[in-house]
């Protein structure tokens, strides 16, 4: 007998066949009556389970209700007639008590509030610390705010809590007659001169910490720089292309070394004056520059001599950039007045060269 596929009524419908089934004085067999009675067991044990299950459900159900209808009160208790002073705003809580409006909607309810205040309480309240935007550029011009209310107007933070919390309090006209209104207001005008000259020394901060950055970066151009071509200094390039090499040796992607060189400066130099030579040697490093873009990749070596360093690129070969720069150099070398003659000379990387002896090969010995 599958026990459990049977239900209660299943198990007395066997039991009263077994009853109908059996003759008086006869004997009913102890299986079938170990089945029943198992069968019942089970039963009764999943009627046991499903009903503190149920029980669970209905204790749930109840706190729910409850928590409903404590919130439905507050609800309603918030619906209700409230009594609110005509000048103060406060709210009547019971027949002696008075509170605050804030105070006694936090009380009733999960709100809370945060001190601020609105464009027109401020400007009634503290109109004195506001700027006044004239209407029209004419009202503009013709507005001349005295220099005291220059220097106050837009120096009030509004947004500052403190401000926010006493700026009222200062200016309420029915605390004015109070014995600490004097003292209040006195501390909190010095509270916004501190908050101003704080202002003012955060201001001068920044505006010293900014030339220090400009000074720093001056310095460091001034280490790393060249001033008449705008590329970097020997120092600074030493570095780069001894970078270069290590890292082109282990990595097998060789770069090239290249040269550019005012061939005629010295002819220049004598025949037109050192200001023509100068342009000489600004117009090569132009000309450099546009073929390579990287400042760091690019410097002057000494005098009349440029170098730069071409990257290993399988999709533009060093032999094609060089022969690109050499016909740009010569054009721009005609173009000028008097004509510069420029020089290229490159030469690639090779496995064992050191710094001299690839400088060399491409022509910046």
């Known amino acids: 007998m599958p026990i459990r596929r049977q239900s209660v009524e299943d198990v007395i419908e066997d039991l009263e066949q077994l009853l109908r089934s059996s003759e008086p004085g006869s004997t009913v067999p102890v299986e079938q009556l170990k089945t029943a009675c198992s069968t019942l067991a089970v039963l009764n044990r999943r009627f046991l389970r499903t009903v503190r299950i149920s029980d669970n459900y209905q204790t749930q159900v109840r706190s729910l209700v409850d928590e409903l209808?404590?919130?439905?009160?507050?609800?309603?208790?918030?619906?209700?007639?409230?009594?609110i002073c005509s000048s103060c705003k406060q709210i009547s809580a019971d027949s002696e008590e008075w509170q605050p409006l804030d105070v006694y909607i936090a009380k009733r309810t999960d709100t809370r509030f945060?001190?601020?205040?609105?464009?027109?309480?401020?400007?009634?309240?503290?109109?004195?610390?506001?700027?006044?935007?004239?209407?029209?550029?004419?009202?503009?011009?013709?507005?001349?705010?005295?220099?005291?209310?220059?220097?106050?107007?837009?120096?009030?933070?509004?947004?500052?809590?403190?401000?926010?919390?006493f700026l009222p309090v200062v200016n309420d006209p029915l605390l004015a007659d109070k014995a600490l209104h004097g003292d209040v207001t006195e501390l909190f005008h010095k509270y916004l001169r501190l908050q101003r000259r704080l202002k003012r020394i955060a201001?001068?901060?920044?505006?010293?910490?900014?030339?220090?950055?400009?000074?720093?970066a001056d310095q460091d151009w001034s280490m790393h720089g060249d001033p008449l071509t705008g590329l970097s200094n020997r120092i600074a390039f030493m570095e780069t292309l001894e970078i270069e090499r290590l890292s082109g040796l282990d990595s097998g992607k060789l770069p090239a070394l290249v040269s550019l060189r005012v061939a005629n400066l010295r002819a220049v130099n004598q025949a037109h004056g050192l200001a023509a030579g100068d342009q000489a040697i600004k117009v090569a490093a132009a000309t450099l520059r546009a073929a390579v873009p990287d400042l760091?990749?690019?410097?002057?070596?000494?005098?009349?001599?440029?170098?730069?360093?071409?990257?290993?690129?399988a999709a533009q070969p060093a032999s094609t950039r060089v022969a690109q720069l050499s016909q740009a150099a010569k054009t721009a070398g005609e173009t000028m007045s008097p004509k510069a003659v420029f020089e290229v000379g490159w030469a690639a990387l090779r496995a064992g060269d050191t710094l001299d002896t690839w400088l060399a090969r491409a022509g910046a010995e």
């Open 203 to 216: 201001e001068i901060s920044d505006r010293y910490q900014a030339e220090f950055r400009r000074a720093k």
């Open 69 to 83: 209808k404590e919130a439905l009160a507050k609800i309603r208790t918030m619906k209700g007639v409230m009594h």
């Open 296 to 313: 760091r990749q690019r410097a002057r070596w000494k005098g009349a001599l440029l170098v730069a360093l071409f990257p290993a690129d």
């Open 114 to 165: 945060s001190h601020g205040m609105c464009p027109d309480c401020a400007k009634r309240l503290y109109g004195d610390f506001i700027p006044q935007v004239p209407a029209t550029e004419d009202a503009a011009k013709e507005a001349e705010p005295s220099a005291e209310a220059g220097d106050r107007a837009g120096e009030i933070d509004l947004k500052d809590p403190v401000v926010a919390r």
